[in-house]
């Protein structure tokens, strides 16, 4: 399974994901929803992107931006659980499910 790196708190992170059936045909996202869910540990939605625009959606590429602000909310040398959701008509599957660490950015 695929794992995220560690957030650097007030850094932009992209998440690009791209969805295909045993690995080769691409899924195609028109009107599909992709959620991104960071809980803290106490099971607190922390921070939620829902994205329904994708950079290719017919060839299944679709991409996650967190902002600066985004992640300059998050507290500092923390584990967040998160998922990434996929959503179209009746289907909805979770295609992502761990955590995540928080770290401090070294640079002012």
Do not use: C, W
């Not at 060839?59 to 909310?73: A, F, P, Q, R, Y």
């Not at 998050?74 to 909805?92: A, C, P, R, V, W």
Request: net charge neutral; proline share 2%.
């Amino acid at each position: 399974m695929i794992k995220l790196q560690d957030i650097i708190q007030g850094d932009s992170k992209q998440i690009l994901l791209e969805f295909t059936t045993n690995y080769t045909t691409p899924i195609n996202l028109t009107d599909a929803i992709v959620t991104f869910t960071l809980r803290d540990l106490k099971d607190n939605i922390i921070l939620q992107k829902i994205v329904t625009e994708h950079i290719d959606a017919v060839n299944g590429k679709t991409m996650i931006e967190l902002t600066s602000n985004d992640t300059n909310k998050l507290k500092e040398n923390s584990i967040y659980n998160y998922d990434i959701e996929f959503k179209k008509g009746n289907i909805t599957k979770t295609i992502l499910n761990d955590r995540i660490k928080v770290v401090k950015d070294v640079t002012p």
